[in-house]
């Protein structure tokens, strides 16, 4: 059976993927133009690196690097030294790059953090010796740089994200290990919406049907919330605004994962959780 071979459009990428490095470089806040000479500098090298190489989804490497920077500096408020690394973090284990290029280039500093990242393992089995626990201490004593595990865990996200162009074997594989030792890690740095994220994805991949059902539920059910809380807040809003205090009132949904948690743990169906939201003021 003959092979059909993918033709894509090299110049129609090149502009994707300049436009999607222009994307991060305005999603990286307080950069000087030394920082943006060497994030330029990093993109170049890694664009160069990858040139040859395609994701499972058949999209140019270069998007996985460009997005993890990007998480890091619009998702975690990462520093410019720290989107370098980003973009730079799988060179050395995937390419002709060596740990001794990322000094010349960018320093003793970018080298401790790149050298961390390949030492982070990747295998993982659910019933193994390794507990979640244990990986994070193995994670923190890698490097005493704490951007190791935060470029790492944006990584994750953005593997998480696109993981559907995975084989379903794979996508189980790595859903487990993420809920198991990612989520726990991004909880214990304090970013909780990652955290979430992490786990909700999990979830998709390892319990697809009840992920979907809880989904669908939110969705039916959304506008009725909307007006519950707009009606809620209203009288709160006017009140603050008599005092004139400056606030903000922010309304979250119960993340799906949580709320399947409950399901299962406290054995109440979907329509009996009644702390489906809560209002932060």
């Known amino acids: 059976m003959e092979k059909i071979i993918p033709l894509y459009d090299v110049e129609k990428e090149r502009k994707e993927i300049l436009n999607a490095f222009r994307g991060l470089l305005r999603a990286v806040k307080d950069r000087s133009k030394e920082d943006t000479r060497l994030i330029r500098k990093a993109f170049d090298l890694a664009l160069e690196a990858h040139k040859d190489v395609r994701r499972k989804s058949g999209e140019p490497y270069i998007y996985h690097p460009i997005a993890v920077a990007r998480i890091c500096a619009e998702e975690m408020g990462l520093d410019s030294p720290a989107i370098v690394c980003a973009l730079l973090h799988d060179t050395v284990e995937d390419t002709y790059i060596t740990l001794e290029d990322i000094e010349d280039m960018f320093g003793a500093k970018s080298r401790r953090i790149i050298n961390g990242l390949t030492k982070i393992p990747e295998i993982f089995d659910e019933n193994s010796s390794i507990q979640a626990e244990n990986f994070r201490k193995m994670i923190l004593t890698i490097s005493d740089d704490f951007r190791v595990v935060l470029i790492k865990l944006a990584d994750r996200l953005h593997n998480m994200r696109t993981l559907s162009s995975m084989k379903?074997?794979?996508?189980?594989?790595?859903?487990?290990?993420?809920?198991?030792?990612y989520a726990p890690l991004a909880h214990r740095f304090g970013f909780y919406t990652v955290k979430t994220e992490l786990e909700d994805l999990s979830l998709k991949f390892t319990h697809s049907e009840a992920y979907d059902e809880i989904v669908t539920k939110l969705q039916k059910t959304q506008a009725v919330r909307t007006r519950f809380i707009n009606q809620f807040t209203l009288p709160i809003r006017r009140a603050l605004d008599e005092q004139g205090l400056i606030y903000e009132i922010k309304s979250r949904t119960k993340s799906v994962f949580s709320i399947y948690n409950k399901i299962h743990t406290k054995g109440v169906p979907f329509e009996e959780i009644y702390d489906l939201f809560a209002i932060r003021i």
């Open 168 to 181: 379903p074997d794979k996508q189980l594989k790595i859903a487990s290990e993420t809920r198991f030792l």
